[in-house]
């Protein structure tokens, strides 16, 4: 699918894994006028656009803001977010739009994670929220299965995804994401490929 990604500058963790290191402190963003975000949409015409980081959700009003022009334009806004912050409430533009929440405190262990408990109300709700799971092997896979089991979240909103490393080559890059998919289809979860790794697109 085509989509436009709008990476927002700043986090509230630092996962040792990031494979976008260069987001995390927001000095070394640039400020955007959201009209110059909205011109950029229009130019392009993507299918989706994405809203990623960084986390997002540090800069909330501004993505209200965006959220609310996109919607009035007929485009389809996703957010990535690590979930730590709540998610939207019935009312804020991003309500409306779809979430991709990828917890940092479970099967992974970042100091400070903890995945905000509104995500699964959100998710029961809307059906517009997905939760993607780190994962490099069979223990990680138990640990998302009484995560899931515990929550009520249902499997077919699970996708898992190769954990990785900067300094993995093509084959092991590879072979992690033939584990993964395998573990995935075996415990009834979805999985997403990391594509811009395996195409090199860093």
Known sequence: ??????????CNLRCPFCDTKYSL?????????LEEVLARVE??????VVATGGEPLLQ????????????ERGYTLQLE?????????????????YHVVSPKDVPVAVPGARTHPSWVSYARETGRAWFKFL???????????????ENGIPRERVYLMPLTS???GPEELLEAHRRVAGLALGSGF??????HLLLGLR
């Open 1 to 10: 699918m085509r989509a436009l990604f709008i990476r927002l500058a700043g």
């Open 190 to 195: 979805n999985f997403s490929p990391r594509l």
């Open 60 to 71: 909330r009003r501004a993505l209200n803001a965006l959220a609310e022009r996109l919607h």
């Open 135 to 149: 994962v490099s092997g069979e223990e990680h896979v138990k640990a998302v299965e009484r995560y899931v089991e």
């Open 43 to 48: 130019e392009l015409k993507p299918s989706l």
């Open 166 to 168: 900067e300094d993995m």
């Open 81 to 97: 977010t690590n979930g730590t912050l709540p998610a939207p409430e019935a009312g804020e533009p991003l309500y409306r739009a």
């Open 25 to 33: 402190d927001p000095r070394a963003g640039r400020p955007v006028e």
